[in-house]
């Protein structure tokens, strides 16, 4: 397998923004592809994007010689997925189907994928419990799932941070973690709300990580200017990312989980 660029989306390491906002999630996903795809004895995985739109993490995932299919209601996004992975040279690797995670298996069938990415979904579905159910019945035994979801504490943080303390007071006791009717994201989570839904759906959870502890509240001109600045950042994200004391401020939470035979 060909290693793509260290971030998602074609980012790497020279782009903060793209790397800082990935890095995380990208290690652990590509650590737990390399796992599973030693212990199928193959090279070649079947991997599920749920909500994965324009290819953010389908493209890269193709580049490491894994088969994709994106599934997402968007003909824009689907469009601009095979236009992205066409240049990045893996078109015969990633196929997009239009479809969202509650009526996934009217276009993809059951037990058919090694791993599957749910990622930015359940923040906007009817019935969180349902999506993760759909997504680790997609499943093969012992394959993988990929949670990623916002975090109910960085949100309330950053609202904090920028003066805004009615609204973070609003977000802490909101039941869906809303800091107001202007709030873009429709709902919320803490790690035991997210760990609970999978373990829920008959997953043995494998790791949590905070994503984005500290670069959502770090100034982009410190990032951009100071000399070694974003490799340090880089550093202290994944230094922090397992540590459960941390989880509680993450802009996102990572859920790892496995399928049981």
Not at 29 to 44: M, S, Y
Request: proline share 6%.
């Amino acid at each position: 397998m060909s290693d793509p660029s260290p971030a998602v989306g074609g980012e790497t390491p020279s782009r903060p923004r793209g790397s800082l906002r990935t890095a995380v999630v990208w290690e652990v996903l590509k650590d737990a592809l390399d796992r599973r795809a030693k212990a199928a004895g193959t090279e070649a995985l079947d991997v599920l994007d749920t909500g994965g739109g324009t290819g953010n993490f389908a493209v890269p995932v193709a580049r490491l010689g894994h088969r994709v299919t994106v599934v997402d209601p968007s003909p824009n996004a689907l469009f601009a997925l095979e236009r992205r992975a066409a240049e990045a040279g893996v078109a015969a690797r990633v196929r997009g189907v239009q479809g969202d995670i509650h009526g996934l298996f009217e276009v993809v069938g059951r037990g058919s994928f090694d791993a599957v990415l749910c990622h930015g979904v359940l923040e906007y579905v009817d019935d969180p419990a349902e999506g993760v159910r759909n997504a680790v019945d997609a499943l093969r035994p012992e394959g993988e799932l990929s949670l990623l979801a916002a975090g109910l504490g960085g949100a309330v943080l950053a609202r904090a941070l920028a003066g805004h303390f009615t609204e973070a007071r609003q977000a802490l006791t909101d039941p869906a973690g809303r800091w107001g009717a202007g709030d873009p994201v429709p709902r919320r989570f803490d790690a035991e709300q997210l760990t609970e839904l999978v373990t829920a759906a008959g997953l043995r959870v494998g790791a949590v990580h905070g994503v984005r502890v500290f670069a959502d509240l770090v100034p982009g001109g410190l990032v951009d200017t100071q000399p070694g600045a974003l490799d340090a950042l880089l550093k202290l994200e994944a230094a922090a990312a397992e540590l459960p004391a941390f989880h509680s401020v993450a802009s996102q939470l990572h859920v790892l989980g496995e399928k049981r035979r």
